[in-house]
């Protein structure tokens, strides 16, 4: 199934013609639920429940694999739903306190806010002093702040992480200004949240900078989680949209360096930076790993770890967690309904980016090869 999958994702029309009909199927009762989760969703998530991810999390913990949950949740309207997903998360937290190899959980702060009132801070310069346009909204941000401020303090709790997920450009900036907020609160003596950068941005290798200075001034260890990135196509189809300059990289070397670069002043910082290198770019997990051994860090550095999606880069996952270092499968779970916008970014994801298709596809293939000569 796997090899139909990836194989599938190198033509860009198949990849396209699913990202457009899918979400479309699914709302109007089309019968694709059970091939959905024969394929793409058996491919890339746990489960539909925390039940069904239990037995995926075990088996990854019998190879020194550790997990990172997420509950698929993005996009959702209406306070309800937003206090709705608010307690899932908290009681993702609560599970993972209570396994040994769940270390960290993945939040989207758009599965808490309304998208459109993340957007309105970047369209109003004086919003960013934390002002929004009336009074509703003054009390509508409020909520999600205390949402984020509620999620958080259970983590520290716990002793669970929390990574916060990045997310589209123009609402990327109140999300990093609260997460930087909760950071200051709970990242005093240990890292509890993590911001997610997306080196495919222009401006993010700055940006981590500034991050480190500021937890410098105020104090307190910077985690982030370190990442190509999620939304390429949606990203550079806005900006010729809008005739605005496109906030992704000229191409996939400036991308590279800007990471690599990310990954170097990190382990540099390592005594108050707390990384997560979050890739399935061999030459990057090298770079970090030779790194490590130049400044004679131990493997399991309480500040630095190792990230691959789950049903990608198994090769670079276990070797990393035979090898005796810090590693985790993102594992998301939830219902298909929920997860399908995650499922989404997946397959346009591997038909975007140079060679990742293709080298999974022909990393599946060698495997099969070598298990018919056995």
């Given at each position: 199934m796997a090899r139909f999958l990836f194989s599938s994702m190198g033509f860009q029309w198949v990849v396209d013609a699913g990202v457009r009909l899918t979400p479309l199927a699914m709302k109007t009762g089309l019968p694709v639920h059970g091939l959905i989760r024969k394929t793409i969703f058996k491919q890339f998530v746990g489960g539909e429940t925390l039940e069904e991810t239990a037995a995926v999390g075990d088996i990854l913990s019998k190879f020194g694999v550790d997990v990172i949950l997420d509950y698929g949740v993005e996009g959702k309207e209406g306070e309800a739903s937003f206090e709705h997903a608010t307690e899932k998360f908290i009681k993702v937290i609560n599970y993972a306190a209570t396994r040994s190899n769940i270390p960290f959980i993945s939040i989207k702060v758009t599965g808490f806010a309304r998208f459109e009132l993340?957007?309105?801070?970047?369209?109003?310069?004086?919003?960013?002093?934390?002002?929004h346009d009336n009074e509703a909204e003054i009390d509508e941000w409020q909520r999600v702040k205390d949402r984020?401020?509620?999620?958080?303090?259970?983590?520290?709790e716990k002793n669970i992480g929390v990574l916060v997920d990045a997310e589209e450009s123009w609402i990327?900036?109140?999300v990093d200004r609260l997460t930087l907020e909760m950071m200051e609160i709970f990242n005093r003596e240990k890292p509890v949240v993590y911001n997610t950068i997306q080196l495919y941005r222009q401006d993010r290798l700055d940006f981590l900078k500034l991050s480190h200075r500021i937890a410098q001034q105020q104090k307190f260890i910077l985690g982030v989680k370190l990442v190509r990135g999620a939304y390429m196509e949606k990203e550079r189809n806005r900006a010729v949209a809008r005739r605005v300059l496109s906030p992704i990289q000229p191409d996939k070397q400036s991308t590279n360096a800007?990471?690599?670069?990310?990954?170097?002043?990190?382990?540099e910082n390592i005594e108050n930076i707390a990384c997560i290198v979050a890739t399935h770019n061999e030459k990057s997990n090298l770079k970090?790993?030779?790194l490590m051994e130049q400044k004679g860090l131990p493997?399991?550095?309480?500040?630095?770890?190792?990230s691959q999606l789950y049903g990608m880069s198994d090769h670079i996952t276990f070797n990393l967690a035979k090898a005796g270092f810090s590693v985790s499968?993102?594992?998301?779970?939830g219902p298909i309904t929920d997860v399908i916008p995650y499922l989404m970014r997946r397959a346009q994801e591997n038909s975007s980016v140079s060679g990742?298709?293709?080298?999974?596809?022909?990393?599946?293939?060698?495997?099969?090869?070598?298990?018919?000569q056995r």
């Open positions: 993340l957007e309105r801070p970047r369209e109003a310069t004086r919003l960013r002093s934390d002002t984020m401020y509620r999620i958080c303090s259970v983590a520290a990327q900036d109140p800007d990471y690599n670069a990310a990954v170097a002043f990190c382990i970090a790993v030779e493997f399991h550095h309480l500040h630095l770890h190792f499968k993102y594992l998301p779970f990742e298709t293709g080298r999974e596809l022909s990393l599946i293939k060698k495997e099969i090869k070598q298990r018919k």
